[in-house]
């Protein structure tokens, strides 16, 4: 039999044990990136077709980390940086696979806008961090990730039909040379930007030499 002391100390194990689940979920995602990278810009479909199946995981542990740091109140400094970290490296890795499927919809150009919002918004976030400021936030970055994360795993699994020869294969390749995939992702751009340039108005007390006190976390 466990006495009570036994018990608690058990108990204090579990909840420390399970607050490390977000952060460590955050590393395999930022471990899966380039794995992904590396095994979509194959020409053998069949790598391809698994680097699509290791991106859907890591969307997954995006969610989960999330859940279970609400869940059990474990969000910590360290994760609140980590975990938009994980999924920019994600979403990098994800933009930069598009222009390997076709470049002239999925132009370098556009890419280098994405990546150089969500680095600058990084920057922003790791300022307002050292002069102990909080960031705000609006929905409009919520749509911007979630419109990123729908349009890059339809524009993904495209790249694969289209090298395969199943059914599927032949309406992929007409949605391809449609170019309504071309028009999305200027859409995506464009959520992108204003999403970005919404994010450095609100914010824009950290340029300021005026230090504010952190009053709540910001999940951004």
């Known amino acids: 039999m466990y006495d009570k002391k036994d018990l608690i100390l058990y108990n204090n194990y579990y909840l420390w044990a399970v ?6 979920l955050s590393t395999i995602r930022i471990i899966l990136a380039p794995i992904f990278l590396i095994l979509y810009v194959q020409d053998e479909v069949v790598w391809r077709a698994l680097s699509v199946g290791i991106f859907a995981v890591a969307v997954v542990t995006d969610f989960f980390d999330g859940y ?3 869940m059990y109140s474990a969000e910590t400094e360290y994760g609140v940086f980590l975990d938009p970290l994980a999924d920019k490296f994600l979403t990098f890795a994800g933009f930069i696979c598009l222009p390997f499927i076709d470049a002239a919809q999925f132009p370098w150009w556009a890419i280098g806008v994405i990546v150089f919002r969500d680095i600058f918004v990084t920057g922003m976030r790791m300022l307002a961090d050292y002069r102990n400021i909080t960031m705000d936030t609006r929905l409009t970055a919520k749509a911007k990730t979630l419109s990123q994360m729908f349009f890059l795993y339809l524009v993904l699994m495209v790249g694969v039909f289209i090298e395969t020869d199943v059914w599927l294969s032949s309406y992929c390749v007409d949605l ?5 995939l071309s028009w999305l992702m200027m859409i995506i751009v464009a959520i992108t930007v204003y999403s970005g340039i919404e994010y450095i108005y609100i914010n824009r007390k950290i340029f300021s030499l005026q230090k504010d006190a952190k009053t709540e976390t910001d999940t951004r």
Not at 19 to 24: E, L, S
Not at 176 to 180: C, E, T
């Open 68 to 70: 279970i740091a609400r």
């Open 176 to 180: 391809l040379q449609s170019g309504i």
């Open 19 to 24: 607050r490390q689940i977000p952060n460590i």
